[in-house]
């Protein structure tokens, strides 16, 4: 069965700090790896999806690699906004989409 | 604009009722799922659906179930509602291009179960 773990489990930075969220997964059978964004009270938003033959994918200030060997998965946030205050979620795809826990990221002014 | 939509947004009810959640997507996509999010357990697989008359079971199935008589709707039922199904439920639908499936997420439906 496919675990996810997502660490730290919440994470406080000053604005412009670059930081790093970590994803590890223990079956490497995976076709893609996702990450959202979840804000209080409301639904995921795919911010990038990887698949399994790519080692990385880049959206602005995002970018998010995979080592599916190993099974890890970063999430690196660039100039830290407040706005990029939410949760983050990573997921594998196998037979059925399997969440992290995910990180709980604030961003203080 | 297409989109995914979940209702009510939030409902209390007692233990023991039938409780329906309702989800509607308007992308015409063939697959259909429902989680439910809680603290410690991120997001947990209940069914699923690949298209009309399908279903399927998911992680944590047990005291919930689906129908799907149509592309666009797949609501979500608990038969007899208990105080450990107090949670989040999200429901989402996918499209598959070039070969990559990307799950669309409906806001949330908060249920609290007394």
């Known amino acids: 069965k496919q675990e996810v773990t997502q660490i730290p489990a919440a994470l406080s930075v000053p604005e412009g700090e670059n930081l790093v969220l970590n994803c590890s997964f223990t079956?490497?059978?995976?076709?893609?790896l996702q990450w959202f964004r979840q804000d209080p009270g409301k639904g995921l938003t795919s911010l990038l999806l990887?698949?399994?033959?790519?080692r990385e994918q880049t959206s602005g200030r995002l970018n998010a690699s995979l080592d599916k060997s190993s099974g890890r998965s970063t999430l690196y946030i660039a100039a830290s906004q407040p706005g990029d205050s939410a949760t983050y979620l990573c997921?594998?795809?196998?037979?059925?989409?399997?969440f992290g826990g995910g990180t709980r990221l604030m961003v203080k002014p | 604009d297409a989109e995914i939509t979940q209702s009510p947004r939030h409902k209390i009810t007692e233990t023991g009722r039938q409780v329906t959640l309702a989800c509607h997507q308007t992308?015409?996509?063939?697959?259909m799922f429902w989680y439910r999010q809680d603290l410690g357990h991120g997001l947990r697989l209940i069914h699923y659906?690949?298209?009309?008359?399908?279903?399927n079971k998911g992680e944590v199935s047990d005291g919930y179930s689906v129908s799907r008589s149509n592309t666009e709707d797949l609501p979500l039922t608990l038969e007899s509602a208990a105080s450990s199904q107090t949670s989040v439920y999200f429901c989402?639908?996918?499209?598959?291009?070039?070969?990559?499936?990307?799950?669309?997420f409906g806001p949330g439906t908060r249920l609290l179960v007394l």
């Open positions: 989402a639908s996918s499209d598959r291009l070039a070969g990559v499936e990307t799950q669309y």
């Open positions: 079956d490497s059978a995976i076709y893609n």
């Open positions: 990887i698949q399994s033959s790519q």
């Open positions: 997921a594998v795809m196998g037979s059925m989409l399997t």
């Open positions: 992308w015409n996509h063939n697959n």
């Open positions: 659906s690949y298209g009309v008359q399908d279903t």
